[in-house]
């Protein structure tokens, strides 16, 4: 989504970009939908890989190893919180009009979000799959 804007602006610096929301309403809401993925929200795709994740250190792992995934978490989350804020909210730094997001973006889109949240309500087939190739990969040591 970022390499939309910067198709479009032809820039990577942050400031320019604020104040995004009162020109590309529909950008604007995509990304908060993919920022809450990437924050772990429930019913989110990531939220059930970070859940598998905290289970795995929490029965596999020491204290040190959970607190350290914990706030490598929340870290993960604020800056991406903050991220969408400065991009997103603001005043505009220049008076510029951009056109909203074009279906061709749009369709391109639309499949990974869908996915996003359809892994996030019912990850058992793609995690079926996932353990059946881990299991015929596993090696059996000889102590």
């Known amino acids: 989504m970022i390499g ?12 320019y970009y604020s104040g995004i929301v009162y020109t590309m309403p529909l950008y604007s ?7 809450l ?8 795709a990531n939220f059930v890989g970070e859940f ?3 289970m795995s250190a929490f029965s596999h792992c020491n204290v040190f ?6 706030i490598s978490i929340f ?12 991009i997103i909210f603001g005043i505009p730094m220049r008076a510029r009009f951009s056109n909203d997001i074009t279906l ?17 309500t ?12 881990s299991s015929l990969l596993s090696v059996q040591y000889i102590t």
């Open 65 to 70: 190893c959970l607190v350290a995934v914990a």
């Open 4 to 15: 939309m804007l910067y198709d479009r602006f032809k820039t990577k610096v942050i400031t």
């Open 29 to 35: 809401g995509l990304l908060f939908l993919f920022v």
């Open 104 to 120: 061709l973006e749009f369709y391109t889109l639309l499949p990974i979000l869908c996915l996003l949240f359809i892994i996030g």
């Open 52 to 54: 598998l994740i905290l």
């Open 75 to 86: 870290i993960c989350s604020f800056y991406s919180l903050y991220l969408y804020n400065r």
């Open 122 to 133: 019912y990850p058992k087939p793609f995690i079926d799959v996932i353990y059946s190739y």
């Open 37 to 44: 993925g990437n924050i772990s929200m429930p019913s989110t």
